[in-house]
């Protein structure tokens, strides 16, 4: 069965009130959504599953989970009853191998994936595993590991990372989505931007010697590393675009990084 090479895609997801949300952003993963084919599944590498150790979901129902603490009781109703491919999570297994993958029947989708999710896709019926980021391991070995992930491109397979090129969320201003970028972030994104335009990964693989931006702007690895993940899809002749972009409170920026 042939299937249309698939996009890779870096998605900024913020604050997980934007499940909820209709604005640029959320309007922006729609239109994502739309515009692409359609994929057989998605693998979701998300910041939210960050644990010592690779692992995958393998349940047949995935469920839905609201890991975060004082947010409306609406965001705690939202579900996303997407299926789970056990196939797919084999598939993963096996493309990353020797590295062990744990199987993890208990894990479901975090609110990484489907905040975005919930705006792309929002019937919620095409199959959907996580793969976990392990904390462990530096940002090259990550980036050598989801190489081994190309395949799954030419099998219909939608690789989607979610996190946030910049996060730092001691200097977030909480509810007020209009305050101007900190010019360090602004700094770094401007930076990343460039070098993604470049196709020049190897300095985004090794960011912490990026300078006192980056570490501003990536203070801790979770939120960042999923966009390696993505650059580690990119094949001659990608494209490298920005399907959107944007900053939220100051520190989160919402850009989405699309390759192919």
């Known amino acids: 069965m042939n299937h249309t090479t698939m996009p890779a895609i870096f998605f900024g997801h ?13 309007d922006g993963w729609s239109a994502v959504g739309r515009a692409i084919a359609r994929p057989r599944a998605i693998l979701s590498v998300s910041a939210h599953w960050y644990i010592p150790g690779t692992s995958v979901t393998i349940a047949d129902a995935p469920r839905t989970i609201h890991d975060f603490g004082g947010f409306p009781r609406e ?3 939202v579900q996303y009853p997407a299926p789970g491919s056990p196939a797919l999570a084999a598939r993963v ?6 590295v062990h993958v744990g199987e993890d029947a208990r894990w479901g989708l975090d609110h990484g994936t489907w905040s975005v999710l919930v705006h792309a896709y929002p019937d919620a019926d095409i199959p959907v595993v996580q793969l976990a980021i392990d904390e462990t391991r530096e940002a090259s070995w990550h980036y050598e590991i989801a190489k ?3 395949p799954l491109r030419d099998e219909g ?8 090129l910049v996060h730092n969320l001691h200097t977030y201003a909480w509810g ?3 305050v101007r970028a900190y ?3 602004q700094r770094f994104e401007d930076q990343a931007r460039a070098l993604l335009r470049a196709n020049d990964f190897a300095p985004l693989v090794d960011y912490e010697s990026l300078g006192r931006d980056a570490q501003l702007s990536a203070p801790t690895p979770d939120h960042y590393l999923p966009l390696v993940y993505i650059l580690a899809q990119y094949r001659d002749g990608d494209t490298v675009t920005f399907p959107v972009e944007g900053f939220d409170g100051g520190s989160i920026s919402m850009l989405s990084v699309a390759i192919g």
């Not at 934007?18 to 604005?23: E, F, G, K, S, V």
């Open 75 to 77: 965001l705690f109703a």
């Open 14 to 26: 913020g604050n997980p009130m934007n499940a909820l949300a209709r604005n640029a952003f959320t």
């Open 148 to 150: 081994q992930l190309a």
């Open 157 to 164: 397979v939608l690789i989607i990372g979610s996190g946030n």
């Open 176 to 178: 007020n989505a209009a």
């Open 93 to 98: 297994r096996e493309l990353l191998a020797p």
């Open 183 to 185: 010019d360090w972030a």
